[in-house]
């Protein structure tokens, strides 16, 4: 049996505003519901499903995203017409600017629950 990963849930403080977030700004389809979910679908049918856990405490979770060239420009686009903070660096020490780390490009920014998100167009190599 392979293993490929199949959904996660994110903590939201609005589960309807973060899903929006998440689809407005990767330029895919509108969440769907389900129970106590808004789920975006990604491609290979994996599920990133947004909840809302209770309390007002929600730990920082990062997600990172590999993405084609193509797709970068239009995400990172997005982020600049959305004037949506952003860095080449996870410490937010580049504000408004991208990495070309490991051969391709990356930008951080945060969704409105305040998790990091990344997004990547070459992946990491693998930890030594």
Known sequence: ???AF???????????ESAAFFTKLFGLPEPTLWG????VTLDHGVFVQFAEPGGSDIQMQH????????????????ILDAAID?????QGTM????????????????????HGMEIITRPYGSPD
């Open 36 to 39: 106590p979910f808004a789920i």
């Open 86 to 90: 952003h860095a080449a660096d996870p």
């Open 63 to 78: 997600y990172a995203f590999l993405v084609d060239d193509a797709s970068f420009d239009a995400i990172y686009g997005r």
């Open 6 to 16: 199949n959904h996660t849930i994110i903590a939201a403080r609005d589960r309807h």
């Open 95 to 114: 504000p408004g600017q991208i990495n070309t780390n490991h051969g391709g490009r990356g930008v951080y920014f945060r969704d409105p629950a305040g």
């Open 1 to 3: 049996m392979t293993i």
